[in-house]
């Protein structure tokens, strides 16, 4: 055997110069014609399939390619089409395909949501009154396509069944198992057909598996595996997991298909010990996912070598597929394009271009290559192990300042609980009764970006930029003092992305050139990567703050990204833990806060918006990452004064199951959105007693329309039947930065007028 098999489970779709995207709003805004919108969709399709190829991958994935998302061309598929799209049958034309991602004038988009603990969203299906029938056999036209025109034995993939229903909305739990009933017909036709043209392999994705699931779900797994076997007795299926490993090892190994995929970089001790403790189907192949899908640096050959040398003790070689963990739509494209990088750090980065090679590489040393390969397979072995180690050796990586003593030394408690805090700040401030502030941002209005743009251009100087700010600063210090609002922002003009805006000003980030990966539909994210001991430079918020607290009698709130945040929106180094990642970030913070405090900024907030959507999928891992969630979050929060009161804010209303650990924060005043939880966040407060200072979104900030005094009055007094007055503030959902200015000030100066009336009758 000279290789062994090699594959990926998807590949990005957005194109090396994000042609992807470009094509994709041309023809929104009817620039492109469908035919040609098609044509060049078509085209960068079928190079990344000729790119796999050339690179020697033997198992070629199809129908991973999407006009939009995977899921909603699933349920399109099954003719899965809410009613208001009013739709007809037969395949879902291009146009109410679009209409259900984004909506239309008479029709609101279906939700989007995240996909598992991953940064991309998907088309919720909805499957309210659904009667799913095929339209059209997608992965048959994808392999098809790709053996007609490249002569590509492709291996179509498919989201399963289980994890589509899971994902879907509109039905009850118990609903599920007749649900099914219905489907199944439909995917086994799917897989019959694919059977019949002589497809070898196909790829059914159940991520869902990795979650905890019930013993009546895994019978019901079960019996659709069966059912889907007897539809296409002929045809391979590969039922792929990933993101974590299976907790259902057995009954997962146990389903009646051809082979199994597991995920051995986000699943791995526990992947590789229920493969010791209770082997493996001898009649299955075993797609090992050890090429991380996730992250953009490049593995550590050795280390993985060794990986597949103990699988191999319990799964042959012949039978093992070597394979990235997931698919690699989760990564950028190519690293070759990011030569201004520091070349210790170009060098160990592995975009879904070079994972191709990787992938290929290890199937090949694996093998154990015939001795005329062997030269250059031990070359490249030591070429991967001096590029790894010449990272980790650089002074980058090694920052004193940044080490697990200087994390265990500092400060992660308040000097005096809060009720005490609480007295300090009520005798300080003197605030009115159900104070009012908002979130950070205002509007970043088009002569906002231009004026950035041209400033990285060089094109207008620092000082010119630096007043340019001062002048909205100044501007918006005014309105929000006419307005009366009592603890005031500067309102964030000077920052592109709240993560991006810390990473350039720490040590120990990067930011690519090219490295795009798609978040949603067009919309792609260029996370910073932290590749670097995190450590604190030079003061990064202090000057605008101190120049808006200048202008202004009331307290200014100084304003920071939490490090649970900027961890989750980031792609990390790998060879420390994200929790370590988590400290050294939180360490700077730290710094941030301190220097803020020494400026006479004396109430900060620390945004984490991202606390909780970085929740494992398993939940018995919950806990862990919360503690030191926590713990970050409070290292980089209580080395202040006990007079200093520190904020925090959080855009979801998910909240009930975490509300302990959020607590556990011990901020003096939170801030949640709330009126997208259409008052389930209410409730949580009857089962838990809430006495830190917390304020509740009274108004909705993603729409332009400007609610009513009477509805925010509403809101306000629906949440006061729950909450101790004495502790509520009043402050919109969220930051207002995507907002226009007249429709801010307005919605700003009604959410004032609705304090002043709840404020007269308490
Ligand atoms: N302070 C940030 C802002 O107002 C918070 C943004 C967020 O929560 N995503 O824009
Ligand atoms: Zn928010």
Known sequence: ??????????????????????????????????????????????????????????????????????????????????????????????????????????????????WFNTNYHYIVPELKDAKPALTENRPLAAYREAKQKLGIEGKPVIIGLYTFLKLSKGYEAKELPELAEKFIPLYGQVLRELEQEGVQWVQIDEPILVTTLSEEELQLVHSIYTQLREAAPGLNILLQTYFDAV???????????????????????????????????????LGAGVVDGRNI??????????????????????????????????????????????????????????????????????????????????QELKLNGERIYNLSASPARNRKA???????????????????????????????????????????????????????????????????????????????????IDVLVHGEFERTDMVEFFGEKLDGFAFTRNGWVQSYGSRCVKPPVIYGDVVFIEPMTVTESVYAQSLTSRPVKGMLTGPITILNWSFPRNDITREQVAYQIALALSEEVKALEAAGIEMIQVDEPALREGLPLKRSDWDAYLKWGVHAFKLSTSDVRDTTQIHTHMCYCEFHDIIDSILALDADVISIETSRSHGELIHSFEEHTYDQGIGLGVYDI??????????????IERALRVLDPGIFWINPDCGLKTRGEAETVAALRNMMEATYQVRKQL
């Open 1 to 114: 055997m000279s290789q062994l098999t090699s594959s990926v489970l998807g590949y990005p779709r957005i194109g090396e110069n994000r042609e992807w995207k470009k094509a994709l709003e041309s023809f929104w805004k009817g620039d492109l014609e469908e035919a040609a919108f098609l044509e060049t969709l078509q085209a960068i399709r079928l190079n990344n399939l000729q790119l796999q190829q050339d690179k020697g991958i033997s198992l070629i994935p199809v129908n991973d390619f999407t006009l939009y998302d995977q899921m909603l061309d699933t349920s399109t598929m099954f003719g899965i089409v809410p009613a208001r799209f009013e739709y007809a049958g037969g395949p879902v034309p291009v146009n109410t395909y679009y209409a259900i991602a984004r909506g239309t004038q008479q029709a609101q988009a279906s939700e989007m949501t995240k």
């Open 297 to 378: 640096w490049r593995s550590d050959y050795k280390q993985k070598l060794e990986l597949i040398e103990k699988i191999a003790l319990i799964v042959p070689k012949e039978r093992i597929i070597v394979q990235s963990s997931s698919s690699l739509l989760h990564v950028p494209v190519t690293a070759k394009h990011e030569t201004a990088l520091p070349a210790e750090l170009r060098e160990t980065l592995a975009f879904a271009e070079e994972k191709l090679e990787e992938v290929v590489w290890l199937s090949t040393a694996a093998a154990n290559a015939d001795s005329a390969n062997e030269a250059s397979l031990a």
């Open 702 to 715: 993603h729409s332009p329309r400007v609610p009513a005094v009477d509805e925010m009055v509403r809101n």
């Open 402 to 484: 940044a080490d697990a003593a200087a994390i265990a030394a500092h400060p992660s408690v308040r000097q005096k609980p809060f009720a005490e805090r609480q007295k300090l700040h009520q005798e300080k401030w003197q605030l009115p009764f159900l104070p009012t502030t908002t979130i950070g941002s205002f509007p970043q209005t088009t002569d906002v970006r231009s004026a950035r743009q041209k400033w990285r251009k060089n094109e207008l100087s620092s000082e010119s930029y630096a007043s340019f700010i001062n002048e909205k600063i100044k501007k918006w210090i005014e309105i929000q003092e006419e307005l009366n």
């Open 247 to 285: 907790d259902h090892y057995e009954a997962v190994a146990a389903l009646p298909v051809q082979a199994i995929g597991l995920d051995f970089v986000h699943g791995l001790e526990q992947n590789v010990s229920s493969l010791e403790q209770y082997g493996f189907p001898q009649d299955k192949l």
